[in-house]
């Protein structure tokens, strides 16, 4: 395993490069965006005000959808849609299996920005099955919430023929993937099947003796065509504007959104996965697949913006990479009625092998650290 020369990424990472020198493609699209002019953004807002011009309901009740989670990113999005670009959004929150207390007080500070908001719940007995089986398939208990929250949204426009679905910033630009997909601005199924988490699987893939066709309905894409009829459209607002996380948490917490007293095991950072309460147990299994977790994809960002020196990010990435909490653990198994040994058999047959072995304590050591590089 091979790690790249500028920031932490480790060239395991699905869909990312590297080139002759030994750099990640997200290091490279990141000093391509640090050396946008300002006359660069005034195009792309420009772009981004006739989305809005040709997109403005005349009919429906709302101008667009925004996605929100109780994460610092959508509360941002939804300041930047209603209070700079004066649209009228309804907001849309697929409620997650695990969201945090901090989630669910940032959800109501939001609010004060002064929207309608829309919780969906899915059943609960289907919701757990899903946990549980995306964790045995793919070995990724978020699957759910990740078909939930780029589904919904759409669902929602979709019925109240609502012309505008307003997510984020494109992953991509900021952790690396396929050229064409880092300067795209459309969120669509093609995006989600791709990128959004789907990790291969299809909703009907899902399908067997205790999960029915009619309990996967509700998380089926639309359809193109309707959308496309109705004239609904899905962007990323990260591609119209500067993304600087530093200042638009100062913007946000104004509203009385908070961050964690603490980052969560195998993180680093306090005001990231605020509202997911296993976010280690997943980032856990992601770094037993691919010898890298949360913390590395967070100091990799700091890294290439110049926030953290090298010498003191690896050193922070040994302590905290590849973590998680027992207590965690215990209270997830406990939710998906498994016992833990259950569940360390389920993820051992995720484990690449390649990248780890077992030391005399049963426990999976990364091979080829990056400590001392």
């Not at 890298?292 to 040994?318: F, P, T, V």
């Amino acid at each position: 395993m091979n790690y790249c020369k500028s920031c932490l990424f480790p060239d395991t990472k699905p869909d990312l490069t590297f080139n002759q020198d030994g750099v990640c493609d997200a290091c490279i699209s990141i000093e391509e965006k640090i050396t946008l002019s300002d006359d660069y953004y005034k195009e792309q807002e420009l772009f981004l005000k006739n989305i809005f011009k040709k997109h403005r309901s005349k009919k429906a009740i709302y101008d667009c959808v925004v996605p929100v989670s109780g994460g610092k990113d959508s509360t941002y999005q939804l300041y930047v849609v209603k209070n700079i670009y004066k649209l009228k959004p309804l907001c849309v929150t697929f409620d997650q299996f695990d969201q945090t207390d901090v989630g669910l007080s940032n959800l109501k500070s939001m609010q004060s920005i002064g929207v309608d908001h829309i919780h969906f719940t899915l059943n609960p007995n289907v919701l757990k099955k899903l946990v549980l089986k995306g964790l045995e398939t793919v070995g990724d208990p978020y699957w759910v919430n990740h078909v939930g929250m780029f589904t919904i949204p759409f669902r929602v426009a979709n019925q109240f023929k609502i012309p505008l679905v307003i997510y984020g910033e494109n992953p991509q630009f900021e952790y690396g993937g396929p050229k064409f997909s880092k300067k795209n601005y459309i969120m669509n199924k093609r995006w989600r099947q791709e990128f959004g988490g789907m990790r291969g699987l299809r909703e009907e893939d899902m399908i067997d003796q205790e999960i029915s066709k009619d309990d996967l309905k509700i998380l089926e894409f639309p359809n193109e065509n309707e959308l496309k009829k109705n004239n609904i459209l899905g962007i990323f607002l990260g591609q119209f504007i500067k993304w600087d996380v530093q200042k638009q948490l100062k913007i946000i917490k104004k509203f009385g959104w908070q961050e964690l007293k603490e980052a969560p095991k195998g993180s680093w950072l306090k005001y990231e996965n605020c509202d997911m309460q296993y976010i280690d147990i997943r980032e856990y299994i992601k770094y037993l697949k691919f010898g890298y977790g949360r913390s590395n994809d967070q100091l990799s960002i700091a890294l290439r913006h110049n926030l953290i020196s090298r010498k003191k990010a690896i050193k922070i990435l040994e302590k905290t990479d590849g973590k998680f909490s027992n207590s965690n653990l215990i209270k997830f198994c406990k939710y998906l009625n498994i016992t833990q040994k259950e569940f360390y058999e389920i993820i051992n047959s995720f484990v690449n092998k390649n990248l780890f072995y077992r030391n005399n304590k049963k426990k999976w050591v990364l091979k080829n650290k990056i400590i001392g590089k």
